[in-house]
């Protein structure tokens, strides 16, 4: 994928990592939501300093969007490193239950305490972060059960704290996404992009189509069999199958194929999960 170097940080973002790290001080558990087709690019090393050593869970979103085979081996790869990940598709499977069974043993420290005092359990707050368009609100709504915070499928819907009584156990703390103040890896600007957590602006679509291509070329050869009819996709240059898209969906430029409808069409097919499970990432053996 890519490889010059990005910079971007919006200025609501600076805020918001600041007022983050007050409530960090009085919030009992974090939950950091990464995308499970990247989790490691989906993570922020900004946020896990503002973390620090607070109990942290991770959960990976969109599992829906992800290779399942993938997904597995993320979760094995977090236990490895001694944390606890919970993954699921936000939109359809209820979280309520997942959440309050795995967050237990990251409490202990918490009701010790308590019980040392004589006090009765309290009830927990949790701060839930991650990046732009990981499924935050999503998560804050599906506990909830109605929609209460906003949602949308591009970078920056929620733009201030909000917390949330959850039910008698449990308030959450909503709060923007953030992203890495600059990227010294380019592939990773990439992903990022084409998870829709950056603007979509800030990388040229052809550039990130090419991009997507070079990679389903190599892991997902068959990808664009379904929804373009494209087989084994290894065999041609990234610009030859943006010609065939073309072609295929009739986006023509005068009587030519336009190759930058192709390149909008194919990542907005990628975005909203059309090309079957497919993750941008496997961890390292
Ligand atoms: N398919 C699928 N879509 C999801 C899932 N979780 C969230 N979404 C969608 O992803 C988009 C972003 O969700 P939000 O909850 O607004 O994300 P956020 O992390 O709060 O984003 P910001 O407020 O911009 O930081 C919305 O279109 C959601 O419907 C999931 O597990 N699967
Ligand atoms: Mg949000």
């Known amino acids: 994928m890519g490889q010059q170097s990005v910079h971007y940080f919006p200025g609501h973002m600076s805020k918001a990592l600041e007022a983050m790290q007050n409530y960090v001080k009085v919030v009992d558990l974090v939950v950091e939501i990464l995308d499970a087709r990247a989790p490691i690019s989906s993570q922020n090393p900004i946020l896990s300093r503002v973390i620090g050593s607070k109990p942290r869970l ?7 969007y992800a290779d399942p085979e993938v997904t597995k ?7 490895n490193e001694g944390i606890t990940a919970i993954a699921g598709n936000l939109k359809k499977e209820k979280f309520v239950n997942l959440l309050s069974k795995a967050s237990i043993p990251l409490l202990t420290k918490k009701r010790e305490k308590e019980a040392k005092y004589g006090m009765k359990p309290q009830p927990i707050r949790v701060m839930v972060v991650g990046i732009p368009n990981v499924g935050k609100s999503t998560l804050i709504n599906n506990l909830k059960g109605k929609k209460i915070a906003n949602v949308g499928n591009k970078a920056g819907i929620t733009r201030a704290e909000q917390w949330i009584k959850l039910n008698e156990d449990f308030t959450l703390l909503d709060t923007p996404g953030i992203l890495p103040m600059n990227y010294p890896d380019g592939a ?18 052809e550039e990130l189509a090419i991009a997507l291509l070079g990679y389903l070329k190599e892991n997902y050869p068959n990808s664009l069999e379904g929804r373009f009819g494209l087989k084994e996709i290894d065999q041609y ?3 030859e199958i943006l010609e065939k898209i073309a072609l295929v969906r009739g986006l023509l430029e005068g009587s030519s194929p336009s190759i930058e409808r192709a390149a909008y069409l194919l990542i907005k097919e990628f975005k909203d999960g059309l090309l079957g499970g497919i993750s941008l990432e496997v961890p390292h053996a």
């Open 188 to 205: 990773q600007a990439v992903r990022l992009a084409l998870l829709g957590s950056m603007r979509e602006d800030v990388l040229p679509t």
């Open 237 to 239: 240059l990234g610009e």
């Open 58 to 64: 991770i959960l990976l979103s969109k599992t829906d």
């Open 73 to 79: 081996q993320w979760i094995a790869y977090f236990a």
